[in-house]
Nanobody, 122 residues
């Protein structure tokens, strides 16, 4: 079984920063990409960012480019999302994702965390 556990969410004022972490456990993850999706109230889950196994490839949603940075530590099986210049529209539950390859769409063979709430006040 695979477990993805997110941490680092919380309440922050607009313009502030947060750093999300997601630790993976339960099996080996060689070659897997990791990423983040988010879901705001009343909206569908949407892609935020993803990073390849080697960290050589990263993709970002247009809405977060230049503000968010994804990184990973393979030794710790952990992916991070540094979020700067946060806006109220970034408010959502953020979900960690693990996929067999780098992609910006969710798929049935992905693994998911339980989510962590990020709230940005205006």
């Amino acid at each position: 079984q695979v477990q993805l556990v997110e941490s680092g969410g919380g309440l922050v004022q607009a313009g502030g920063s947060l750093r999300l972490s997601c630790a993976a456990s339960g099996r080996t993850f060689v070659g897997y990409a990791m990423g983040w999706f988010r879901q705001a109230p009343g909206k569908e889950r949407e892609f935020v960012a993803t990073i390849s196994w080697s960290s050589a490839i990263t993709y970002y949603a247009d809405s977060v480019k230049g503000r968010f940075t994804i990184s990973r530590d393979k030794a710790k099986n952990t992916v991070y999302l540094q979020m700067n210049s946060l806006k109220p529209e970034d408010t959502a539950v953020y979900y960690c994702n693990m996929a067999p390859r780098v992609r910006a769409q969710a798929s049935a063979d992905d693994y998911w965390g339980q989510g962590t709430q990020v709230t940005v006040s205006s």
